[in-house]
């Protein structure tokens, strides 16, 4: 069956440091969306990227999505503490109605 | 507006006994979702439905049902309970057309069993 993969499983940074995480799909993605999770919290969706090589921001994050539709990353330039939480990347194949979840990169940052 | 809204949020149970999670989302929405969140492995899905009466297999369907008697209501049922499924229940709704649209989480239901 289809599998996404993330990483880095867990990212500590320093405040002001740069994060990325790291989204891989067995297979070819029709679309793929991103969630934050704050601790104790639920997924809020972020963001939906649907075109080959698309890229778009939103103030200091950064999403991209590869040109094979196979892949995809979150890039949050100079963390701050209120961007504590775990990032999920999700596809979705085709139509169907499933989205299937990476594991989650959980993201500490140090004041 | 509540958005989804998840019945209970904790419960302890014993081995084999059963127990139903309620989900009543308000926004009109066609398609709805139960995920379970265990640590390192995201979140996996359990069931779905596309509509009023109808229900599909998901990645992790054993040891679970549901129903979808009326269209805000989605119900996760475990008949015989094992420790196997203490976990961390989200029920998500989405109301755009098939292959696109964001999924709308209730805050999730933690379930232990003993």
């Known amino acids: 069956g289809q599998q996404v993969m993330q990483i880095p499983q867990y990212q500590h940074v320093q405040e002001g440091e740069d994060f990325t995480t790291y989204c891989n799909s067995s297979?070819?993605?029709?679309?793929i969306q991103w969630y934050k999770q704050r601790p104790g919290g639920h997924p809020v969706f972020l963001i939906q990227l649907v075109k080959s090589g698309e890229v778009k921001k939103q103030k200091r994050l950064t999403f991209q999505f590869g040109e094979a539709k196979k892949n995809s990353s979150l890039h949050i330039t100079a963390t701050q503490t209120t961007d504590v939480g775990t990032y999920f990347c999700a596809g979705r194949v085709n139509a169907g109605n499933m989205l299937t979840f990476g594991g989650g990169t959980r993201l500490m940052v140090k004041p | 507006n509540a958005g989804v809204t998840q019945t209970p949020k904790f419960r302890v149970l014993k081995t084999g006994q059963s127990m139903t999670l309620l989900c009543a989302q308000d926004?009109?929405?066609?398609?709805m979702y139960w995920y379970r969140q265990d640590p390192g492995m995201g979140l996996r899905l359990i069931h779905y439905?596309?509509?009023?009466?109808?229900?599909a297999k998901g990645e992790v369907p054993d040891g679970y049902n549901v129903s979808r008697l009326k269209k805000q209501n989605f119900l996760l049922g475990l008949e015989s309970a094992a420790p196997s499924q203490t976990s961390v229940y989200f029920c998500?709704?989405?109301?755009?057309?098939?292959?696109?649209?964001?999924?709308?989480f209730g805050e999730g239901s933690r379930l232990t069993v003993l």
């Open positions: 297979t070819t993605l029709s679309n």
């Open positions: 998500a709704s989405k109301g755009q057309p098939t292959n696109t649209g964001e999924l709308f």
């Open positions: 926004m009109n929405h066609e398609y």
């Open positions: 439905s596309v509509g009023e009466g109808t229900t």
